[in-house]
C-alpha cells in the first residue's frame, strides 16, 4: 500500500533530514556544543524534524490513528520554528563577539536581550503546545482556549522575528566591527531571513484561522502551503546555515582583525634614523 501525498512529502523530508543530522552534528562538534553558538540547535531542529516525518508516515498508514498519534505528530510538526529562533539568535550572539565596540558586546553572549527573546520564545512555543493539546481534547473549554493561546503563539514568534531582523540589522550597520569570518556568518543570515519570514508567516497565518482545520494548518490543512511555506522554508534555512558553518573557520579570527582595529608595533627602530618600527 502506498502513501498518500502528505506521507510522501514526510518521506522525503526524511531522507533530507537524516544526513543533515549527521551534518549539523558534525558542526556542532566543529564549533562547540554551547547554546550561545547556535549549532546544537540546528541539530535539534534536523532531529525533530526527522521525528516529525516518521509521526506524519505512521499517522498516514494508520487506519484509526488515535488521538494521542494526531496530539503527537501535531506538537513536533508545529515546535520547529522554536530551535531554529535559538540557532539564529546564536548565530547573531557569534558574529558580535571578540568585537570591542560596547553596542556589539550588548548582543554578543549572555546579553539581556536575548535573555528576553530566549524567554518569549519559551512561552510562545508553550502557548502553541497547549492550543494542540486543546484542540484534540473533549473538554470544550480547552478546545475554546486554543484558539486564543495559538494567536498568542504565533503573535509572539513574529515579535520575536521582528526582533532578530532589528538586531541583524544593527550588525550590518557596525560590520566594520565584526571580525572578517563571522562576517560571512552575517550574510548567512542574512539569506535565510526572507525565508524565515515565509515560514514565520506560516505560523502566524495560522493562529489568525478561527478553525483549527485551516489551510495553514501543517496537519490537516492544505499540503501546497504547507509544503511550500514550511517544508521548503525550513530546509533551505538549514542548508544555509549549515553550508556558512562549513565556510566558516572561527578558529582564525586572530589573523583576521576587525578593519578598524589599531595594530600595536614594537618600540624597537627599524628603519634610516630610527622613524620605523616593526610591528609586533
Not at 104 to 117: C, D, E, N, T, V
Amino acid at each position: 500500500m502506498g502513501l498518500p501525498d502528505r506521507g510522501i512529502v514526510a518521506a522525503v523530508q526524511l531522507a533530507l533530514y537524516v544526513p543533515m543530522v549527521l551534518l549539523t552534528l558534525l558542526l556542532v562538534f566543529r564549533h562547540g556544543f554551547r547554546r550561545t553558538s547556535g549549532w546544537i540547535f540546528l541539530a535539534i531542529f534536523s532531529i525533530v524534524r526527522v521525528a516529525g516525518a516518521i509521526l506524519i508516515i505512521i499517522l498516514e498508514k494508520t487506519a484509526n490513528p488515535s488521538t494521542g498519534l494526531f496530539t503527537a505528530a501535531s506538537i513536533v510538526v508545529s515546535i520547529g520554528l522554536t530551535p531554529l529562533f535559538f540557532a539564529t539568535m546564536g548565530f547573531l550572539s557569534t558574529v558580535a563577539q571578540r568585537s570591542d565596540s560596547p553596542g556589539m558586546q550588548a548582543i554578543g553572549q549572555h546579553s539581556k536581550i536575548f535573555r528576553i527573546l530566549h524567554l518569549v520564545i519559551i512561552v510562545g512555543m508553550a502557548l502553541v503546545i497547549s492550543a494542540t493539546v486543546g484542540i484534540t481534547s473533549e473538554n470544550s473549554n480547552s478546545r475554546k482556549n486554543s484558539s486564543s493561546q495559538r494567536k498568542a503563539g504565533g503573535v509572539l514568534f513574529l515579535i520575536v522575528y521582528i526582533a532578530l531582523v532589528l538586531i541583524h540589522g544593527y550588525c550590518w550597520v557596525h560590520r566594520d566591527e565584526i571580525r572578517v569570518h563571522r562576517r560571512r556568518l552575517l550574510i548567512g543570515i542574512s539569506c535565510a531571513l526572507p525565508f524565515f519570514l515565509v515560514r514565520v508567516l506560516y505560523t502566524f497565518l495560522d493562529a489568525l484561522q478561527t478553525s483549527p482545520l485551516s489551510n495553514f494548518n501543517p496537519i490537516f490543512g492544505s499540503l501546497a502551503l504547507y509544503t511550500a511555506m514550511s517544508v521548503v522554508m525550513e530546509f533551505i534555512i538549514v542548508l544555509i546555515y549549515t553550508t556558512v558553518g562549513m565556510m566558516t573557520p572561527l578558529d582564525l579570527d586572530e589573523e583576521y582583525p576587525v578593519k578598524n582595529e589599531p595594530q600595536e608595533y614594537d618600540a624597537v627602530p627599524n628603519g634610516p634614523g630610527g622613524q620605523q618600527y616593526a610591528r609586533a
